[in-house]
């Protein structure tokens, strides 16, 4: 296995009061204790950052202003999540259904966990919890990037993007590989954006023969 995510340092204030209990109540305090302070990091190092970079997709919870969560998936090109610094990072959003659940989320509550899974290659997780706002593509200049820049992310997004999600980074950990499967990627044209039915999934659930 890689040595991804090795570089540790302490981070004290982020573990919730439940998991402090719990550990007491199950006898896993020695054990959370050394994952704290070997694998879990406040910001992105060298190893999570390329790690990031390699991605061609993210599961995303968020939960509205009352606790209700929800969790959904995004994919695009590889590295189309991008790491600003060792505190940042963003991703675009896309044309979907135009419910906007997990932007919605976002406005009313911003904090955010990201899990980025390679099923293929190292066969390793990666947990990224923290702060989300929305930003418009004409605001990406407030980033501190620059015009040139900008302008290779819409090139590279091929008008894609319309608009993204900063997410500043609180902590970040090493989801072991014991349960990740190992699946082999298919070669496949993704259609981004589409319409169509067919290739979006239609009805596959039967909802509409309920209504």
Known sequence: MPTFFLTALRKDGKMSQGERNLQSKYGTSRRAEAFYNNQMLDYLNTDMAQFISEQEMVFVATSDSNGNCDNTFRAGDAGFVRVL??????YPEYRGNGVMASLGNISENPHIGLMFIDFFDHHIGLHVNGTAEILENDALSTLGIDDTTISKLHQEENGRAERWVIIRVDEAYIHCSKHIPHLVKKSE???????????????????????
């Open 85 to 90: 610094d060792e505190r940042t990072l963003m």
């Open 189 to 211: 044209v993704i259609d981004w954006g589409t319409d169509d039915e067919k290739k979006k999934g239609g009805d596959f659930f039967n909802v509409r023969q309920r209504k």
